[in-house]
T-cell receptor, first 114, second 112 residues
């Protein structure tokens, strides 16, 4: 089975610019997650989708971050405008249902904000 | 969310067993214990999970204390490929909003 695909792999932008990340989950997986991982820390959940609906976005900085999963498949995460502290790896994960204990992660997009 | 405590780092010799400890003294009766690992430059990878009984799979074994306040992930024979950060996570499946919350994990170094 193909894994979770993310692009781009790396992105470098200047502060105040905008950036978007794309995720294609494993086929048939209803639940999709975006995590932010700052260097040296564990991943932090930003948002969880169940199909195309948001289950939890309590940790998403909504003044600058947005995410969508319009058709319940692919998802995009956007940052506008970016700050220096947004430098991190952005990980997408999917699972067959929200009850599945096994999340499948992509390899992430490494964002550097200068 | 109930929290877990893990050592920051551990070392092991190749081909020897590794026991990775996790303390979770405030675990609730409905919390499942999960282990994930993260290899360098990759996303986390599911390893194993359990509730009360010990669990085995092709990757590892999970030993859960009788009072459930601690658990141990056992790699039976460490290889260089097992060098990673190992995360012990509690999750309650009672509601869809209870997500997987990662802590700092244990960095396992495997010496040849």
């Amino acid at each position: 089975e193909a894994g979770v695909a993310q692009s781009p792999r790396y992105k470098i932008i200047e502060k105040r610019q905008s950036v978007a990340f794309w995720c294609n989950p494993i086929s048939g997986h209803a639940t999709l997650y975006w995590y932010q991982q700052i260097l040296g820390q564990g991943p932090k959940l930003l948002i969880q989708f169940q199909n195309n609906g948001v289950v939890d976005d309590s940790q998403l900085p909504k003044d600058r971050f947005s995410a969508e999963r319009l058709k319940g498949v692919d998802s995009t995460l956007k940052i506008q405008p970016a700050k220096l502290e947004d430098s991190a790896v952005y990980l997408c994960a999917s699972s067959s249902t929200w009850e599945s204990p096994s999340l499948h992660f992509g390899n992430g997009t490494r964002l550097t904000v200068t | 969310d109930a929290k877990t405590t893990q050592p920051n780092s551990m070392e092991s010799n190749e081909e020897e067993p590794v026991h990775l400890p996790c303390n979770h003294s405030t675990i609730s009766g409905t919390d499942y214990i999960h282990w994930y690992r993260q290899l360098p430059s990759q996303g986390p990878e599911y390893v194993i999970h359990g509730l009360t009984s010990n669990v085995n799979n092709r990757m590892a074994s999970l030993a859960i204390a009788e009072d459930r306040k601690s658990s141990t992930l056992i790699l039976h024979r460490a290889t260089l490929r097992d060098a990673a950060v190992y995360y012990c996570i509690l999750r309650d499946y009672n509601n869809a909003g209870n997500m997987l919350t990662f802590g700092g994990g244990t960095r396992l170094m495997v010496k040849p």
